[in-house]
Structures are given as C-alpha cells and as structure tokens.
C-alpha cells in the first residue's frame, strides 16, 4: 500500500521568506510524486513533479522540491514567500510498479504568509 | 479548450434522494477519477476509468456509482443520499496514470440533509 503523510497541518512564514512544505511517502517501489496547490473555493491546480532523474525539481510560480529517497521525503520550497502563495497544499504520490496504480493525497498543509 | 468541467456546482439533497454529478473533459485524457474532499482528510478517491468501458473502485467507493461510455465523460451517481455523503466532489483527468499530473475539476460542493 502507499501513503503519504504531511506532517504540519499548518505552517506559517512571514513574505519574503524561505517556505519549507514537508512531505514524506511510502511506496512498495519507486515513487511518482506531484505537489499539488488549492485556492479558496477551488480546484486543485499542479505545481511540479518528480519521475526521475534530477532529485530537485522546479515548477510553478518559483516552487521547487526536492526528492530524497534515502529519507523517503519530497519536501516543497521557496526561496521567498509571497502574501499570494496562501493556500492549501498536497503531496500526492504513486507507486510505479503497480501497474495502473492510483494517486494517493496527504492531508494537505495550510500555508499562511504574512505580510 | 474548458479542460475538466462539473455541473452542478451547488446541489442540497434530502437523505434517500439519488443524483448524479457530471464531469466532461475535452483534452481526450484516458484517466478519468472521482474525489471527495472532506476537512483534514484530503482527498479520498471514489472510482476511476483507465478508459471508455473501463471502471475500478477506489478507496471510498460505497454509496456511489460510475460508468464510462465515452472517453470525455465520467458521471458520478449517489444511489440514496446519506448524510454522510455531504462533501466537496472534484473530478480530475490526466493522460494515463503513470507520470501525469491529473487536471482537476472547480468541484461540486453537495449537503444532504
């Protein structure tokens, strides 16, 4: 079975600086993992992946993440918080050798910047 | 290019009333699935489609119906309504299931009472 777990319910960081989202997996073989950001009111929009290669991943609006299997962690950063980045964000991953495997959510962490 | 659409965005039923909730997708994704949001739980997935003609039980299948005639749309019945089926629903499509992130729906927001 995988899971995923978001450790911090909220986490909350003045603007302009450094944000840490902690996401931490558990899969039976290798991850898929994606990063996942909702606004109040709706939908879940994607911010970035990671399939292979590269352990640091960059996505959307200066997002990046970084895989690290020895830690079993796929942690979401940005270099400088902004009043906008306030949302709800989910870690997701997927186990790739399960053949047609679903994504599995964690429970998502509320980041609150300030200005 | 809509992406994924879901009608209707507000719904109240009375507990034993049946509906369905509708998603269509118009990006020819083969992967279809059905959400539910719920306060500190994330989300939970429902059914899914790998395919027109092709459907599987997620983790909170129970009380909910899907069929997939087409590869664009992916209805979501509520047999009899409980209570306990009072959520945010999101549909999502993605390309296939492997390293695809899944476009999501703005979600139906449903109360049974």
């Known amino acids: 079975a995988q899971s995923v777990a978001q450790p911090e319910d909220q986490v909350k960081v003045a603007e302009g600086n450094p944000l840490t989202v902690k996401c931490t997996y558990s899969?039976?073989?290798?991850?898929?993992l994606f990063w996942y950001v909702q606004y109040p009111n709706r939908g879940l929009q994607f911010l970035l992946k990671?399939?292979?290669?590269?352990?640091l991943v960059k996505g959307s609006y200066g997002f990046e993440a970084e895989f690290n299997k020895s830690q079993t962690s796929f942690h979401l950063k940005k270099p400088s918080a902004l009043v906008s980045d306030s949302a709800l964000y989910f870690c997701?991953?997927?186990?790739?050798?399960?053949?047609?495997?679903?994504?599995?959510f964690g429970k998502g962490t509320m980041l609150l910047v300030s200005p | 290019n809509a992406g994924v659409t879901q009608t209707p965005k507000f719904q109240v039923l009375k507990t034993g009333q049946s509906m369905t909730l509708q998603c269509a997708q118009d990006?020819?994704?083969?992967?279809m699935s059905w959400y539910r949001q719920d306060p500190g739980m994330g989300l939970r997935l429902i059914h899914y489609s790998v395919g027109a003609g092709i459907t599987d039980q997620g983790e909170v299948p129970n009380g909910y119906n899907v069929s997939r005639s087409t590869t664009e749309d992916f209805p979501l019945r509520l047999l009899s309504a409980a209570p306990s089926q009072t959520s945010v629903y999101f549909c999502?499509?993605?390309?296939?299931?492997?390293?695809?992130?899944?476009?999501f729906g703005p979600g139906t927001r449903l109360t049974v009472t």
């Open positions: 997701a991953v997927r186990d790739i050798t399960s053949g047609y495997s679903t994504l599995t």
């Open positions: 899969v039976s073989g290798n991850p898929y």
């Open positions: 999502a499509s993605s390309y296939s299931t492997q390293g695809y992130e899944q476009y």
């Open positions: 990006m020819n994704h083969e992967y």
């Open positions: 990671y399939i292979t290669g590269d352990n």
